[in-house]
């Protein structure tokens, strides 16, 4: 990765603290195709504002401008500002003009607890966390004892930035047995879960001069919100059956993209064999680095195992994974395995924010990763979650007849697909929050998807018991029966 030709100050993409200065232009993905442009504008307005973008108060430009500028229709841009201000992203005010509202960034109001009613719900079917009951009690318990009781007094000083040796051993050995990542200790770097890594990321490529990052559309929102944290602007990017689409890609100008090619995040798309090398070639081309962000690819249930991406080009890949969905994510702890070129201004980076993460848990995830407990873990989950995404298919079949399903090989989540007469999804949310039900809708990760037919959810499964999923399943079915009826 070199520096060239990515910043300069007149840069519309970079946010600085006077003023946005955002490039209304670029609001519409160039690759969205012509009917799919109502929707790929309210998207990519609520991504602007969810990551901070557009900030609060921002006044955005007339519907005339803005279609002028965009090239589409007035009447487009009037629907987008009317839909985006129902959902209150943006306000109107007293005289003409549209503003972005206040206090509605990513960081101050997640999209996970978006869904009306989500604190408390009586079912939780938001993706995102594994089962916290399978935890290993009294495995980790026993590492803690061994490792105390080993652990010379000089070991609890400051750590080395990277990592413990002894964790960075384990877990290179480990990643490249199960995930076929080049896995060179000197160039691991454990940090505090995929968030942290791609903060540090984020941070180095700014320190290079990109400014914008391409991210996946529909993807998961918190990679936006964190490169916003660390000042580069997000770009997103449309999918097609194979992963990330290359043309529109190698039009948007990034240098670098964030993936999850494993099991893509929310759609669940396992990109393919000729994506991946085609995705390769493109870095090599532009001089462009992939961040790849493994962050369920342990789990998979019916199809062969895919390696990483990073094992086809250790030098072009960043790879990144965690703790968060094998163990669990309050542990955070996480890694990742970066090129030559990036090795030392990440561990540099690691260096300040933090200087290094907490030696002890360091060292009882090296000795549960050594002693074979991770496999076991491992394998104890894949159990479970295999029983409980076959329960979750075979609820939705039995109450929600025509729901299409997809993303389910593998990972912790569904798309399930429900017939277009559950829509619309405000109705269905709210029906579904009045019964105690969270829900994430695919509309929440960017591209609504909609355009496609039916209401699309991304539910997850891992974290409910077969019994929790069938009876929640029925409950959400009941939710939007009573409320039917209720409403006449
Ligand atoms: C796409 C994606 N990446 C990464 C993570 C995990 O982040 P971390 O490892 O920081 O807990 C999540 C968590 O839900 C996720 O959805």
């Known amino acids: 990765m070199t520096s060239s030709g990515t910043n300069s100050g007149a840069d519309p993409h970079l946010p600085s603290a006077e003023s946005l200065s955002p490039a209304w232009e670029l609001l519409l993905p160039a690759a969205a195709p012509a009917r799919g442009r109502g929707r790929a504008l309210r998207s990519a ?25 965009l090239g589409v229709s007035r009447g487009l841009v009037t629907e987008a500002y009317e839909q985006l201000t129902a959902e209150s992203y943006l306000r109107s005010g007293r005289g003409a003009g549209t503003w972005v ?3 509605v960034r990513a960081a101050e109001r997640p999209v996970r607890d978006r869904a009306p009613g989500a604190e408390g719900a009586r079912v939780d079917f938001r993706p995102g966390t594994p089962d916290l009951s399978l935890f290993p009690r009294s495995a980790w318990a026993a590492a803690q004892r061994t490792v105390f009781g080993r652990l010379p007094h000089g070991a609890l000083g400051y750590p080395d930035p990277r990592g413990l040796p002894e964790l960075r051993e384990a877990l290179a050995g480990l990643l490249a047995r199960r995930r076929g990542v080049v896995a060179d200790p000197e160039r691991l770097v454990v940090c505090s879960g995929v968030a942290q890594a791609t903060t540090l990321l984020g941070f180095v490529l700014r320190d290079e001069g990109v400014v914008s990052v391409g991210v996946e559309d529909p993807g998961s929102p918190e990679h936006s919100s964190l490169f916003a944290a660390t000042g580069l602007g997000t770009v997103p990017l449309p999918l097609d059956d194979e992963g990330l689409a290359l043309a529109p890609l190698e039009r948007s100008g990034v240098r670098a993209v964030v993936t999850t090619p494993a099991h893509q995040f929310p759609t669940g798309i396992g990109y393919s064999a000729r994506r991946r090398g085609e995705l390769l070639g493109w870095a090599r081309d532009a001089d462009a680095v992939i961040m790849e962000d493994d962050y369920d690819g342990d789990f998979r249930y019916d199809r062969a195992p895919v390696g990483a991406l990073q094992g086809l080009d250790p030098e072009r890949v960043v790879y990144t994974g965690s703790v968060s969905k094998s163990l669990a994510p309050g542990l955070r702890l996480g890694w990742l395995v970066a090129p030559a070129a990036l090795t030392e201004r990440i561990v540099a ?22 002693r074979g407990g991770y496999d076991r873990q491992l394998r104890r989950c894949q ?8 329960a979750m298919v075979a609820a939705l079949g039995e109450h929600f007849p025509g729901t299409a399903v997809s993303g389910i090989a593998a990972g912790l989540h569904i798309i399930a697909r429900l017939p277009t007469r559950y829509g619309p999804e405000d109705v269905f949310l709210e029906r579904a929050a009045g019964a105690g039900i969270a829900l994430r809708l695919l509309s ?13 959810l991304v539910l997850g499964y891992a974290h409910l018991a077969p019994g929790d999923i069938a009876r929640g399943v029925a409950a959400l079915a009941e939710a939007w029966r009573t409320g039917r009826t209720g409403s006449g």
């Open 45 to 69: 307005l609520r991504e602007a504002v969810r990551s901070g973008r557009l900030a609060g108060g921002t006044r955005l430009p007339s519907s005339r401008e803005l279609a002028a500028d």
């Open 383 to 390: 159990r479970a979650y295999r029983e409980r995404r076959d």
């Open 349 to 370: 980076r690691k260096r300040t924010m933090d200087l290094g993460n907490p030696v002890l848990d360091q060292a009882v995830l090296a000795d549960f990763i050594v």
């Open 101 to 103: 509202s206040e206090g």
């Open 444 to 456: 929440d990760c960017g591209t609504d998807g909609s355009g496609d037919g039916g209401l699309p």
